[in-house]
C-alpha cells in the first residue's frame, strides 16, 4: 500500500513565509508533508526543478451572473472554472448578485444551483448588496454571514446597483457588528453621468468616451468617500479594481493611518491603457470595463502599490461578455460607450500575466507573487490556512510553473474562457502553469483538463480577521452615550 496519493519530487516550493527546494506528498487532498518526503505515492510527478506555487485563489470574479442592465456573462461555472483551472487558479470567489427586489436568500440558492453541477474547482461566494431592505438587513445578510457568506460587494455607481452613502452606513455598520469584509465599487456616479449625458449630446458615444466618462476623479472623490464613510463606522473596507494614482494614494494615506482599508487591483491596470480603447466603430468595447484602464503613469503608480503593499490582492475582475448583441454591444455597431456592458475577461491569464511581467521583469519577487494571487485573498476572505499556501494540513491545491515556457496569447487556440476574444491577443506571456493540483487531483496536465463537472466543492466562510474592527469608531458616535443617547454599537 503506498503511503500517500501523491507525491511531487524536485520541486522549488514558494510560499510566502520562504522559498525551498524539495518534496510534497499529498493524501487524502490535503498536503501530508513539505520538504523531505520518503515512502511511496500511487503517483509521483518529478518537477524537474520547477517552482511549485500556491493554486491561486481569485477572489474577484464574475461568473454566471447578470449584470445590472441585464446581460448574462458568457461563461457559466463549467466555462469560468475550467478557464481558472488552466490558468493556475484553483479557488474563485464570485458573486451571488442580487437585483433590487430580490431577497438574498432566494439569489443564493440559485447561484449554488448553477454552481453545483458545474464548478471543476472549489469556490465561495461573495454576496452583491444592491437592496438593503429592512428583510435584508434585519435578517437575510446576518442569517447569511452566520452560513459562511462573509463578505459582500457594494456599488457607488450604476443606476441598478448603487447604494446611498446612507445605505452604506447600514451595510457597514451591520458588518463590523456580524463580521464580514465589504468590498466597494468606487467611482462617483454623478461625476460619470454627467460626463456621459454631455458627450452623448455632442454625439461622441464611441467606446474610447467610456473612459473620458469615467473621470480620474470620480475614483478619487469616491475612494475617499467611501474610506471616510467606513471611518466613521469604524467599518475595515476593501477597495476593488483600483486603477488611479490619486485613489491609490488616498489608500495609502488611509492605511498609513491605521485604517484597516485594503486595496486590489486587477490585470487590466497594469496591461492595458485607454487606448486600447480607440478603435473603429464599436470594436474597442471588448477593452472596456470600469474603472477603465488609464495611462502608463497610472500603470506605474500601480506597479508602486503591488510592491509596497498598498494593495493585498490581484484579481481578475473576469467580467465575461462576448463581442455580440447578446455581449457586449447590445444595440450592434449603434450601441453607445453608455450601453456597452463593461468588463474584460481575465480569470486565466490573471496570474501568467503577473507572473510575466511582474517576477520576470523584476518588478515583484516571488513571494509577492504568491501573496498577491493567493496567499492573501484566503487569509482576506476567511479560507486562510485551508486555502492560499503550501504547508500541511492544508488543502493540496498548486501549480507546477514552467519560469521558461514562452506563450503567445490566442484566444482561438489556448484560452478556455467562453469570451471569443481576449483583450491580450498576441502579447507574449514569459512563464506559465504546466500542471495544475487541486485537493490533490491533478486537473490539468499537458494542456488536457481531467475534473469532473461539480467536482468543486462550496466553501462556507469563516468571519475573517479582516472584518474585525479596530474599535475606534469617529469621536462624535463614542460621545453619543455621554450625551444621554443608546450607543449604536
Ligand atoms: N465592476 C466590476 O467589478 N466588474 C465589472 C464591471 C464593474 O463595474
Ligand atoms: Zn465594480
Ligand atoms: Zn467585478
Same mark, same amino acid.
Given at each position: 500500500m503506498a503511503d500517500y496519493d501523491l507525491i511531487i519530487r524536485n520541486a522549488r516550493i514558494v510560499t510566502v513565509e520562504r522559498q525551498t527546494d524539495g518534496d510534497i506528498a499529498v493524501k487524502d487532498g490535503k498536503f501530508?508533508?513539505?520538504?523531505e518526503v520518503s515512502g511511496t505515492a500511487k503517483r509521483e510527478i518529478d518537477a524537474g526543478g520547477k517552482f511549485v506555487l500556491p493554486g491561486g485563489v481569485d477572489s474577484h470574479c464574475h461568473i454566471e451572473q447578470k449584470s445590472g442592465f441585464g446581460i448574462m456573462c458568457a461563461d457559466d461555472f463549467y466555462t469560468g472554472t475550467v478557464s481558472a483551472a488552466f490558468g493556475g487558479t484553483t479557488t474563485v470567489i464570485p458573486f451571488a448578485a442580487q437585483h433590487r427586489g430580490m431577497s438574498l436568500r432566494q439569489v443564493v440558492k440559485d447561484y449554488h444551483e448553477a454552481a453545483t453541477p458545474k464548478a471543476v474547482i472549489d469556490y465561495a461566494f461573495h454576496l452583491i448588496v444592491t437592496d438593503p431592505s429592512p428583510q435584508a438587513l434585519g435578517q437575510e445578510l446576518p442569517a447569511l454571514i452566520k452560513d459562511g457568506y462573509t463578505s459582500f460587494k457594494i456599488y457607488m455607481t450604476y443606476d441598478a446597483m448603487k447604494v446611498s452613502d446612507y445605505q452604506m452606513l447600514d451595510i457597514l455598520a451591520l458588518a463590523r457588528r456580524d463580521g464580514a469584509l465589504v468590498m466597494v465599487h468606487a467611482e462617483n456616479h454623478d461625476m460619470i453621468n454627467w460626463l456621459a449625458h454631455h458627450l452623448v449630446d455632442q454625439g461622441?458615444?464611441?467606446?474610447?468616451f467610456h473612459a473620458i466618462a469615467h473621470a480620474r476623479i470620480a475614483e478619487a472623490e469616491a475612494t475617499n468617500r467611501a474610506i471616510s464613510i467606513a471611518r466613521l463606522v469604524d467599518a475595515p473596507l476593501l477597495l476593488v479594481h483600483m486603477s488611479e494614482i490619486e485613489a491609490i494614494e488616498t489608500l495609502r494615506q488611509a492605511q498609513k493611518k491605521g485604517l484597516k482599508i485594503f486595496g486590489e487591483t486587477c490585470p487590466q491596470y497594469i496591461a492595458?491603457? &485607454? /487606448? /486600447?480603447?480607440?478603435?473603429?466603430?464599436?470594436?474597442g468595447a471588448m477593452w472596456c470595463c470600469s474603472p477603465p484602464p488609464r495611462d502608463s503613469a497610472a500603470q506605474e503608480a500601480v506597479w508602486e502599490a503591488l510592491k509596497d503593499g498598498t494593495f493585498q490582492t490581484f484579481s481578475s475582475d473576469h467580467a465575461p461578455y462576448q463581442f455580440n448583441e447578446g455581449g457586449?454591444?447590445?444595440?450592434?455597431?449603434?450601441?453607445?460607450f453608455k450601453e456597452m456592458a463593461n468588463g474584460v475577461p481575465g480569470l486565466e491569464l490573471r496570474l501568467p500575466l503577473l507572473f510575466s511581467e511582474g517576477v520576470q521583469k523584476g518588478r515583484i519577487t516571488m513571494q509577492q507573487f504568491v501573496a498577491l494571487t493567493a496567499t492573501n485573498h484566503a487569509k482576506l476572505y476567511g479560507l486562510y490556512p485551508k486555502k492560499g499556501t503550501i504547508a500541511v494540513? &492544508? /488543502?493540496?491545491d498548486f501549480a507546477i510553473w514552467d519560469a521558461d515556457k514562452q506563450v503567445t496569447v490566442r484566444w482561438k487556440e489556448?484560452?478556455? /474562457? $467562453?469570451?471569443?476574444?481576449?483583450?491580450?491577443?498576441?502579447r507574449e506571456i514569459h512563464g506559465w502553469p504546466i500542471t495544475v493540483v487541486s485537493r490533490g487531483r491533478v486537473v490539468v496536465e499537458n494542456g488536457k483538463l481531467d475534473a469532473a463537472r461539480g467536482s468543486g466543492q462550496f466553501l462556507p466562510r469563516a &468571519?475573517?480577521?479582516?472584518?474585525?474592527?479596530?474599535? $475606534?469608531?469617529?469621536p462624535e458616535l463614542q460621545a453619543m452615550s455621554r450625551f444621554g443617547a443608546k450607543p449604536l454599537f
Open positions: 501530508a508533508a513539505v520538504g461622441h458615444v464611441a467606446p474610447k492595458l491603457t &485607454s /487606448d /486600447d480603447m480607440d478603435k473603429p466603430g464599436v470594436q457586449k454591444i447590445p444595440k450592434g455597431d449603434k450601441t453607445t494540513g &492544508s /488543502d493540496a489556448m484560452l478556455h /474562457d $467562453n469570451v471569443g476574444y481576449s483583450p491580450y491577443e498576441g &468571519s475573517p480577521d479582516s472584518a474585525k474592527p479596530l474599535g $475606534n469608531p469617529a
